[in-house]
Structure formats: C-alpha cells, structure tokens
C-alpha cells in the first residue's frame, strides 16, 4: 500500500474504503461480508474508512467491525456532519454524540461537514457557532481532523475552501470530466494541481 501524509504527518492510505455500499442481507447489511471485507482491507494496508451519518447502517457496522476486532486504533474513521438536515448547535451536538456511539469510538479521525453544494451552507453553520464547536471538539480531542465534502461548482468550492483553515477536503473527480463539480480549477489551491 502506499501512502500519503496528511497536513499534520499522519500517514494516509492512498486508497480508502467507502462505506456507502456495504453488501445488503435482507433489510440491513450483511454484517459478515462486510467484517471479512473490512478485515482484508486493514490487513492489505488500507488505513481510511469513509462513512456517514446518512448511510443506513454504515457507521454502527463500521463500529462493531472494528470494535468486535481490536482495530480501531489500526484505523482513520471518516465519517459526515449532516449539515443540511440540521439547525441548531443542539441537533449538531446530538448527532454528533449519535455518531460517535454508533462507531463505537471517543473521536472521529476525519470530520467533514457533509455535501456542501453553496457557500451559503457554510454561512448558515457559522451563523449557528460552528467556527467554536469545531475548536472546542479538536481541543478535546474529539475529532482530530476537519473538512468538508463538496457538490457544487467550482467558484463556491474555492470560496468555502478560503473561508477556513480545513484540514482536508473530500471532492468528486473525474479524469474524463475534469470540470464539474470542484473541478481541476478547484484542486489548483489545495495543492494537486500538476497532473
């Protein structure tokens, strides 16, 4: 496996596992592929586990794999803030505490604010006190790593991208379709733009 450091050292498993689509059994995940599917992965090297609070089921199957296996500390959990559902730092400190007991875990390694599509879904968590709360989760140690994930066009993505000192950033490309969404314009300023 190869590697990459993020902003602060850490070594990065260039490829993650999404959690998104574990394999279905019936109404829910079937917990023992995705465990042998999980296992394989950690034990090939990969160290990035992308999930969400949307993803039905994801975050607890997650948590009980690496819980019910001692790996967590083997691991870097990223899972999302869903921002666009939420209003009011109350339902955020609750989903919040949701997600850290669904993944069976005190701290999320890689945080994001989920599927910003417009810089005015950035203003609406700052207008709610989101700029503190994040301080006062790294300070705790609670997350360790904040970003966001992006859906929109290219000048919203470089204006969120500017409005903080995010620590990573999750964005849709494709060699095929290098203009949409974020776009190779938008990954110059995050320090990936020689291909």
């Known amino acids: 496996m190869k590697y990459r450091k993020d902003r602060y050292g850490n070594e990065i498993s260039q490829l993650g596992y999404g959690c998104m689509r574990f394999t279905k059994k019936g109404a829910g995940i079937d917990y023992d592929k995705a465990e042998k599917e999980v296992l394989l992965a950690i034990e090939k090297g990969v160290n990035y586990f992308d999930t969400a609070y949307i993803y039905s089921g994801s975050e607890e199957c997650l948590g009980r794999i690496l819980d019910e296996n001692n790996c967590r500390d083997k691991v870097n959990i990223a899972t999302k803030l869903p921002q666009y559902m939420l209003r009011s730092m109350k339902a955020i400190e609750k989903t919040f505490a949701e997600e850290l007991s669904r993944l069976r875990t005190d701290h999320v390694d890689y945080y994001l604010m989920h599927m910003f599509t417009d810089y005015s879904e950035w203003e609406k968590l700052k207008a709610l006190g989101i700029e503190q709360w994040i301080a006062d989760r790294k300070a705790d140690g609670s997350i360790r790593n904040i970003g966001f994930s992006y859906h929109g066009n290219t000048d919203s993505f470089i204006k969120i991208l500017n409005a ?24 110059q300023p995050c320090g990936y733009g020689i291909f």
């Open 164 to 187: 903080y000192d995010w620590d990573f950033c999750q964005v849709q490309y494709n060699y095929l379709d290098e203009h949409s969404q974020a776009g190779r314009r938008g990954l």
